[in-house]
């Protein structure tokens, strides 16, 4: 990869903060989101000295991520703790899907500030969550940091010298998520262009396919309402298992109009089972996440 353009990197920084000014709720005591981003670009994180990653709590890691072209950091504090353990499948799917996409490892450095590490460790082995996580119980990162309270502003992409150069939590805001793909591929600036957002209601958030005989496909749809100003546009769709499939238009929706997306399952084992579907639109906000379970006899 060819070495990157610090005024691109600029561009890119400041059509991620017109994102975030999009997307986030008004100014808080540490002022408005432009605000905050201006005082955070270029800025550079330090890390303690001696932090200690394990996967799972158990198995301690020589995590190397000093040295890598890009690294994403994820800072969670006692606000932002719960809203990180019910997002630990989005994370998973989106460093495998970082990795295939940018053909090599982007270190996801995790922070957590948790006072209950048993708890932690727990829900990380439920989820089935391997990637390397430091206890920060003593709030240390922080401490030397001053990050911000928003947690939409505790997620940071770093250069090689750990100097931010995007801000934002990509699983929470798909723009952000395109905006560091930019800035770490180095695409074109017209790959930049504002994407505008529009408001989304959904018929169910959840399919029960009930008792289910296996080897015998399952079918449901949901309906997908633009209930916005602005045309709708499904961006991609991810699942949490092979056995699921998900199928829907990739014309943009007009506002008032609806779409249908199709869910299928394949139960290839018996047993209970509760899968998830997350479809990324361009509403500004976290993905939808469609729950599909049932029991195959």
């Given at each position: 990869?060819?070495?990157?353009?610090?005024?691109?990197?600029?561009?890119?920084f400041?059509?991620?903060?017109?994102?975030?000014?999009?997307?986030?709720?008004?100014?808080?005591?540490?002022g408005?989101?432009?605000?905050?981003?201006?005082?955070?670009?270029?800025r550079?994180?330090?890390?303690?000295e001696?932090?200690?990653?394990?996967?799972?709590?158990?198995?301690?890691?020589?995590?190397?991520?000093?040295?890598?072209?890009?690294?994403?950091?994820?800072?969670?504090?006692?606000?932002?703790?719960?809203?990180?353990?019910?997002?630990?499948?989005?994370?998973?799917?989106?460093?495998?899907?970082?990795?295939?996409?940018?053909?090599?490892?982007?270190?996801?450095?995790?922070?957590?500030?948790?006072?209950?590490?048993?708890?932690?460790?727990?829900?990380?082995?439920?989820?089935?969550?391997?990637?390397?996580?430091?206890?920060?119980?003593?709030?240390?990162l922080?401490?030397?940091?001053?990050?911000?309270?928003?947690?939409?502003?505790?997620?940071?992409?770093?250069?090689?010298?750990?100097?931010?150069?995007?801000?934002?939590?990509?699983?929470?805001?798909?723009?952000?998520?395109?905006?560091?793909y930019?800035?770490?591929?180095?695409?074109?600036?017209?790959?930049?262009?504002t994407?505008?957002?529009?408001?989304?209601?959904?018929?169910?958030?959840?399919?029960?396919?009930?008792?289910?005989?296996?080897?015998?496909?399952?079918?449901?749809?949901?309906?997908?309402?633009?209930?916005?100003?602005?045309?709708?546009?499904?961006e991609?769709?991810?699942?949490?298992?092979?056995?699921?499939?998900?199928?829907?238009?990739?014309?943009?929706?007009?506002?008032?109009?609806?779409?249908?997306v199709?869910?299928?399952?394949?139960?290839?084992?018996?047993?209970?089972?509760?899968?998830?579907?997350?479809?990324?639109c361009?509403?500004?906000k976290?993905?939808?996440?469609?729950?599909?379970?049932?029991?195959?006899?």
């Amino acid at each position: 990869m060819m070495p990157y353009n610090t005024e691109y990197i600029k561009q890119c920084f400041i059509v991620g903060a017109m994102f975030l000014l999009v997307s986030s709720c008004s100014a808080d005591k540490e002022g408005s989101v432009t605000d905050v981003v201006s005082r955070w670009n270029g800025r550079e994180i330090v890390f303690p000295e001696n932090s200690i990653f394990t996967i799972q709590g158990k198995d301690i890691v020589d995590f190397q991520f000093h040295d890598a072209e890009f690294k994403i950091l994820c800072y969670v504090d006692e606000k932002g703790y719960m809203p990180f353990l019910k997002q630990l499948g989005l994370w998973n799917h989106y460093i495998m899907g970082l990795n295939a996409t940018m053909g090599r490892l982007v270190p996801v450095i995790f922070y957590v500030n948790a006072n209950d590490t048993d708890e932690l460790n727990m829900v990380l082995q439920h989820e089935d969550f391997r990637y390397p996580l430091c206890i920060d119980q003593s709030g240390e990162l922080n401490r030397i940091n001053h990050f911000p309270t928003q947690i939409d502003f505790q997620t940071f992409l770093l250069d090689k010298a750990n100097r931010v150069v995007g801000i934002g939590n990509p699983i929470r805001n798909i723009n952000v998520e395109k905006v560091y793909y930019d800035i770490m591929s180095n695409r074109e600036r017209e790959s930049l262009i504002t994407r505008i957002s529009t408001e989304i209601s959904v018929d169910a958030t959840e399919i029960d396919f009930g008792q289910i005989p296996i080897g015998v496909e399952q079918t449901q749809t949901i309906t997908i309402s633009n209930i916005g100003q602005n045309p709708l546009v499904i961006e991609k769709t991810s699942t949490s298992c092979g056995c699921t499939i998900v199928e829907n238009s990739k014309e943009p929706i007009a506002p008032n109009q609806k779409t249908e997306v199709t869910i299928k399952y394949n139960p290839d084992k018996k047993g209970f089972f509760s899968k998830t579907v997350t479809i990324y639109c361009n509403t500004g906000k976290m993905p939808l996440q469609i729950r599909v379970k049932g029991n195959v006899i």
